[in-house]
Nanobody
């Protein structure tokens, strides 16, 4: 089992920045990929970014490309999501997720076995 704990959410004005963290614990040694998703009220869960744990290869949704950056610190078993130029439409609960399966498609939430509890991000206009 892998446990994920997100932190770093909060209230920020439009145009501001936040950095989310996701600390992984438990059986993390075989983690293949970690991703960030978000879910706004009344909407489906949306893929944002993912990173392969070993190679560092990254993937982004078009909606956040150029504004959000995913990174990882292998020594701390932590993945980050740096969010810049935030917009009111970025308001959502943000989740990190992890998978140990090499068949994981990075943007498909159903492929991730482990999820954090989520952290709220609210962007005011």
């Amino acid at each position: 089992q892998v446990q994920l704990v997100e932190s770093g959410g909060g209230l920020v004005q439009a145009g501001g920045s936040l950095r989310l963290s996701c600390a992984a614990s438990g059986r993390t040694f075989n983690t293949y990929i970690m991703g960030w998703f978000r879910q706004a009220l009344g909407k489906e869960r949306e893929f944002l970014a993912a990173i392969k744990w070993s190679s560092g290869t990254t993937y982004y949704a078009d909606s956040v490309l150029g504004r959000f950056t995913i990174s990882r610190d292998n020594a701390k078993n932590t993945v980050y999501l740096q969010m810049n130029r935030l917009k009111p439409e970025d308001t959502a609960v943000y989740y990190c997720a992890a998978s140990s399966s090499y068949s994981t498609y990075y943007a498909r939430s159903q492929d991730y076995a482990y999820w954090g509890q989520g952290t709220q991000v609210t962007v005011s206009s």
